[in-house]
Each structure stands twice: as structure tokens, then as C-alpha cells.
């Protein structure tokens, strides 16, 4: 009877001294340097932990490229520029203005007739009239061929593409050579020598002077009697100047003000033209046809081009997360862990995912949860060292009391941070249970024994 009792109290010394069985435990009362400092876990204190910085690591940036950014379907290049099109008048009928006139004086020329007044001489009655008698002594002079004109008593003078000014100034110097009273005025009587010609689908085609003051597009077609014209879609004003054809069209010379104050020269011709030419409208739709076939070709071209190209591109990308698949599997790639410990269904590292936090929560029951048999739900607790080099060996354990389910609503929002360490602590029972079935075959070899004796 000795033995068995001495096998009971070698049992219960054992489990005083902690011989038997040792089981992990957060005990602020450390022998050692480290220190540990538990915080309850509570609406506040979550808000509080979750204000410690982290960025999470982030996926390489061919996870997030489509195969088709980046590229550019060819073009079909630059086009031949298209012949008018005979169906609508803004594209048939191209709008080419002239060039715009300089301001200056009329220049005398061939066929102007110019007047010549001087005084009369006679008795004072007739000085004190003078402008009577000077009105009476008009000679009118048309200059020849040559540009001059033939005085009497004073000869020919050059006065072809002069102004009044000049003309006046060479006739005043050839009165004073030949001794004449240079008292005179000169003048325009008839402008002959600048003409434009307007015709087409006027009213009266006719042939317009240009004289002192500037002619304009809309005063020589309004000299023609205005424009006779049924359809303002195909018709266009033509003027031909110095070898070169200039259009506008008639519609758009109605609806611009500054067209129709177009300032016209010697020697332009003004033309109204409503035609269309045939063979002309034949070549805009051969060319539109061509052209149509041209782009359809291109565009198909071009739609083989980036299907290659996207097709290059997608396998390019595919092989490079295929890689990086490779080397995640393979644990070549940085990542950030959390420990899962203690009375868990597995222990194990989580990895933080990539581009956004974890919650306690996920990381537990990405694992299995919590074995309710042996887990103490009332000691969940979240190790996390600091960060504070000077403070090495701290460490705060956040603690989540799972006795009242409600409060696993703070796992769900508590963020985990790299290296964290979730350990979930026994039950006592549990811990209990584990020092029977470890004693356990040692008692009865030893009773055994000691009946045998």
C-alpha cells in the first residue's frame, strides 16, 4: 500500500512543479527582459491600433494591364484630295478667293479722256467771272495709244499711269516751257482704259468701268443686272485674273458680307457659272468608290494588325504573371506574414493579402477557426512588438474576450499589421486533461510494478 501511495504523491509533486505538462500563456509578469502589456480589446482601443501606418504590398502592374492599352490601330495614311462632289454644292464648289487689292490712286490709261480748263482772257468783267470763263474754255483730251495727249501750242504729254496729281504736275511744267499761263485744272471725264467684263447667268452681261473709287464683286453683278440663276447650289461666281481661275461659291457669296465686298481690277473677267460638268461629277464618284474600297481594305488590315498585336501582348502578360505565380508558390517573393498559435486548428502563417488590409477575423477563420473544445475563446489575444527600436523587447497584447459573440464583431475590424501573432490560449480543463494523458502510462507501469512486488 506504500508504493501506490507514494506513485500519488510523486504525481502531485510533479504537477506543482509544472514537471508535466508546460502550456503557452500571455503573462505580463515576465521573469525575463520581455515586456508585455495587455490591452482589452474594445471599440476604442481597435480604433486606436488600427491607427499604426502600413501600406500594403501590391500586385506587379501586369495584374492590372489589358492586352489591348497601348496599342494603335495603323491608319490609312494621308488621301488624295477628293474631286467636288456634284451632290452637294459645299464640296463640288471650292471656294478660292482672290487676293486682296493694295489701296491706290487711279492711274490714268489708253482711252480715258481727260479735261482741260483754262482761263479766258478778255475785259474785267469777264475777270471777275473767271470761273464762268474757265468753265467755258473746256477742252476734253482722250489719251492715244502711246499714253499722251496732244495740246495745241504745247505738243504731246506723257500722262499714261499717272495719277491726277502727277498728270497735273508734268502738264503745269510744259505750259511753263512754252510759255503759257500754267493756270489750269485737270480732270477725269470719261474712265475707259479699266474695264471688267461680267457675263454668264446675269441678267445683261455687259462691260464696267472702274473709275476714282474701287469696284466691287456685288456693284459689277448688280451693273449685270444681278444674277439669273434657278438653283444657288450649283451656281459660282468665276473670276479670271492674270492667267488664274478664282471661285466662290454663290450661296456662300450671299451669306458672307466680306466676299461680296471682293474688290475687283483691270482686266478682270467676272463669270456666273450654273453647270455642272459631267465628266468631272464621273470622276468624284470613281474616286469616292475607290476610296471606299481603299478604306474597307485598310480598316481590315488594321483590325488583323491589332489582333496580333493584343494576341503578342496576352501571352507577353500571361507568361509574366504565370512567373510570378511561380515565384509566389515557390516563396521567392517578399510578402508579409501573420503567426497563427496556440489552440488553433492549425498553426500557421497567413499571408497579408495584396492591396488592402486583413482583419483578425480573416486571418482565424482563413485557418479553421477556433477548436471550441480546447480553445479559451476568453483568451484570443493579437502580439504585436514595437516599433520603437529603444523598446525592443515590448510587446502589447491585444486581447478579444469571445465569451460574448458580439464582441467578435471587434475581429472583424481589427486590422492585422506584419508579424503580428495570434494566439488563442487553452482551456483549463483542457490543459488538465493533457497532464492526465501524459502521467497517465507512467501510473499505471508503476503500479503495476509495484503489485508485481
Known amino acids: 500500500m506504500l508504493r501506490p501511495l507514494s506513485a500519488a504523491l510523486a504525481f502531485a509533486f510533479l504537477i506543482g512543479c509544472d514537471v508535466v505538462y508546460q502550456s503557452p500563456s500571455v503573462n505580463p509578469l515576465n521573469d525575463d527582459d520581455t515586456k508585455v502589456r495587455v490591452v482589452e480589446m474594445t471599440p476604442e482601443t481597435v480604433i486606436s491600433a488600427n491607427r499604426s501606418s502600413f501600406k500594403p504590398k501590391q500586385l506587379p502592374g501586369v495584374f492590372f494591364a489589358a492586352a489591348g492599352a497601348g496599342a494603335n490601330p495603323r491608319g490609312v495614311g494621308a488621301l488624295p484630295r477628293p474631286i467636288g462632289d456634284p451632290g452637294q454644292a459645299s464640296g463640288f464648289l471650292e ?36 470761273l464762268l470763263a474757265a468753265s467755258n474754255a473746256r477742252q476734253g483730251y482722250t489719251v492715244q495709244d502711246d499714253g499722251a495727249i496732244a495740246i495745241p501750242n504745247v505738243g504731246r504729254v ?5 495719277t491726277i496729281d502727277q498728270a497735273e504736275a508734268e502738264l503745269f511744267q510744259r505750259l511753263v516751257e512754252n510759255q503759257i499761263d500754267p493756270t489750269f485744272s485737270l480732270e477725269i471725264a470719261e474712265f475707259n482704259s479699266q474695264k471688267v467684263s461680267i457675263g454668264g447667268a446675269v ?41 488664274t481661275l ?4 454663290l450661296s456662300e457669296l450671299y451669306s458672307n458680307r466680306g466676299l461680296q465686298r471682293t474688290r475687283l481690277q483691270q482686266g478682270d473677267s467676272v463669270f456666273v457659272d450654273t453647270q455642272v460638268q459631267l465628266d468631272q461629277a464621273q470622276a468624284y464618284f470613281e474616286q469616292e468608290i475607290r476610296t471606299a474600297q481603299f478604306r474597307q481594305s485598310a480598316r481590315v488590315n488594321a483590325l488583323n494588325e491589332l489582333q496580333a498585336e493584343v494576341n503578342i501582348r496576352r501571352n507577353a502578360m500571361q507568361d509574366t504573371r504565370q512567373n510570378y505565380l511561380t515565384r509566389l508558390e515557390l516563396d521567392s517573393v517578399e510578402r508579409d506574414y501573420v503567426y497563427l498559435t496556440g489552440e488553433v486548428s492549425e498553426q500557421s502563417r497567413y499571408p497579408l493579402p495584396f492591396g488592402k488590409t486583413a482583419s483578425l477575423a480573416d486571418a482565424l477563420y482563413s485557418n479553421g477557426g477556433i477548436p471550441t473544445e480546447t480553445g479559451n475563446v476568453r483568451e484570443i489575444y493579437v502580439l504585436r512588438g514595437s516599433e520603437d527600436a529603444r523598446e525592443f523587447g515590448a510587446v502589447t497584447a491585444w486581447q478579444l474576450d469571445g465569451r460574448n ?30 497532464v492526465i494523458r501524459q502521467i497517465t502510462p507512467s501510473l499505471i507501469t508503476t503500479t503495476v510494478a509495484a503489485a508485481a512486488n
Do not use: C, H, K
Request: a negative charge.
Open 246 to 249: 478664282y471661285q466662290i461659291p
Open 158 to 162: 506723257q500722262v499714261r499711269g499717272m
Open 405 to 434: 459573440a458580439a464582441n467578435f464583431m471587434l475581429a472583424t475590424r481589427f486590422e492585422l499589421r506584419p508579424n503580428d501573432v495570434i494566439f488563442v490560449s487553452e482551456q483549463p480543463v483542457t490543459r488538465w486533461g493533457r
Open 203 to 243: 441678267s445683261q452681261p455687259t462691260v464696267t468701268s472702274i473709275g476714282l473709287t474701287p469696284l466691287y464683286l456685288d456693284e459689277a453683278l448688280a451693273a449685270a443686272g444681278g444674277v439669273n440663276a434657278s438653283d444657288l447650289d450649283y451656281a459660282s461666281v468665276r473670276i479670271y485674273r492674270d492667267g
Open 95 to 130: 471656294t478660292r478667293i482672290p487676293p486682296q487689292i493694295s489701296d491706290r490712286p487711279y492711274q490714268i490709261g489708253v482711252g480715258d479722256v481727260l479735261l482741260l480748263a483754262t482761263p479766258q482772257t478778255g475785259n474785267t468783267v469777264e475777270q471777275l467771272t473767271g
